[in-house]
């Protein structure tokens, strides 16, 4: 990659994503189920630029949707709305029907609360609302507690006899129209084998619920594959494919899964320049970088690792340092003890896997203004998104000045 080229092209910070690579993970991903009717939904969270979602519905691929303005990048991407799944905690009465309007494929309910209001919005739309239950399988997914949701610790989704009871009612309402079951429970998982245990636990749920002739369609076992950002080993997809399609064995039901990192973590790196170098006083490190916490929020939020990597002095002798940002706030880290050769100002560095919940969690916190975004395909890079002005970030108060 020419990323001396790139960051002089476009400035830094810079993220960059290689969209050849997030197509061969969707076909890898895809092709595991090539037995059985599935779909791919791409979990818009993850990273939600339009172009990177026009790409995916392209392929054919599904959407999975967290927030009303989730659903409508995917429609302005070129989304079928019934590859559209709506999925969340807290959908608000105004979200849930602008959601029964764009005629979804389902939306993803997370409590009898929520069903109650789904089912009360669609009769005021007099045409019902296709559903899914979040069922919270009480598995350890074994992953960080700030990304682990199916515990029944969390605040995800219904207990499996709370969502039979759910379903119940759904079934005996003019207004609701109960077609999948779901679960979700956790990111960045290495060992997918608690999902096909979830799997397993979620589909003896289906076999009552189809024994009651509640006529569930879709199954999905969200999303939460783990990539490689360190030195974990890519976990098995064909064990996990497996493990499900085992698990609905003598059920026909179209598989739906939700990958957002495992499709796109890879596939971004952020381009950052050194601003500065300093010793502190115990002979500590700093490398100072244009990049910071507001940029990518994953090492302060989760004390995530990202490999950092020098483009320059590649041969030379490398010591560690702290690779922080201007944002004022010890939390504010790209790295730490991180491995670089010596620095100057204006030396490139790239953090790596930074493909998914980057830019998506970026903030203009600092009154910084977001990197900007692009796309490598074909062997030919392109513009994005363009890189945030000062403008942007006042347009909504200086009319009250
Ligand atoms: C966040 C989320 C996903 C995607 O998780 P990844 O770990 O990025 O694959 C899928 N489904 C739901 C409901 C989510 O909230």
Excluded: W
Aim: hydrophobic share 40%; charged share 25%.
């Amino acid at each position: 990659m020419d990323y001396s080229g790139l960051a002089e092209k476009y400035g830094t910070p810079l993220y960059v994503y290689d969209f050849d690579y997030i197509k061969s993970r969707y076909n890898a991903l895809k092709s595991q189920f090539a037995a059985r009717k599935s779909l791919v939904c791409y979990a818009v969270k993850a990273n939600s630029n339009l172009s990177l979602l026009k790409m995916l519905a392209n392929l054919g691929a599904g959407f999975d949707c967290v927030s009303i303005g989730e659903v409508k990048r995917a429609l302005i991407a070129g989304a079928k709305p019934y590859k559209i799944i709506y999925s969340g905690v807290g959908k608000s009465e105004e979200e849930i029907a602008q959601a029964l309007n764009i005629g979804i494929l389902m939306l993803n309910l997370e409590s009898s609360e929520e069903m109650l209001l789904a089912e009360r919005v669609a009769k005021s739309l007099g045409k019902p609302a296709k559903i899914s239950i979040r069922i919270n399988p009480n598995i350890d997914p074994k992953t960080h507690p700030y990304i682990s949701t199916g515990l029944s610790e969390n605040k995800f989704g219904v207990s499996v006899a709370d969502a039979k009871k759910m379903y119940l009612y759904a079934k005996k309402s003019e207004f609701l129209e109960p077609v999948g079951a779901h679960f979700h429970i956790g990111s960045q998982l290495t060992d997918l084998s608690p999902i096909v245990e979830a799997a397993n636990i979620v589909s003896d749920v289906v076999t009552e619920l189809l024994a009651m002739e509640i006529d569930i369609k879709f199954f999905d076992v969200g999303g939460g594959i783990g990539i490689t950002y360190e030195n974990e080993l890519e976990p098995d997809l064909y064990a996990y494919a497996q493990g499900i399609l085992a698990a609905l064995k003598g059920k026909d039901l179209t598989i739906v899964c939700e990958p957002g990192r495992f499709l796109v973590g890879n596939s971004g790196e952020l381009l950052t320049r050194v601003l500065y170098q300093k010793t502190g006083e115990k002979g500590k490190r700093f490398v100072i970088t244009d990049a910071a916490m507001n940029d990518l929020i994953r090492p302060s939020l989760y004390q995530a690792y990202h490999e950092i990597k020098a483009v320059s002095n590649l041969n030379d002798e490398t010591q560690t340092c702290d690779v922080v940002g201007p944002i004022c706030e010890s939390g504010d880290f790209l790295g730490k003890n991180v491995s670089l050769p010596p620095l100057k100002s204006g030396d490139l560095l790239v953090v790596k896997s930074a493909g998914a919940y980057g830019f998506s969690m970026s903030s203009n916190y600092n009154s910084r203004t977001r990197p900007a975004e692009v796309a490598i395909e074909d062997g030919s890079d392109r513009l994005i998104r363009a890189r945030e002005n000062f403008d942007d970030l006042i347009k909504n108060e200086k009319e009250y000045l």
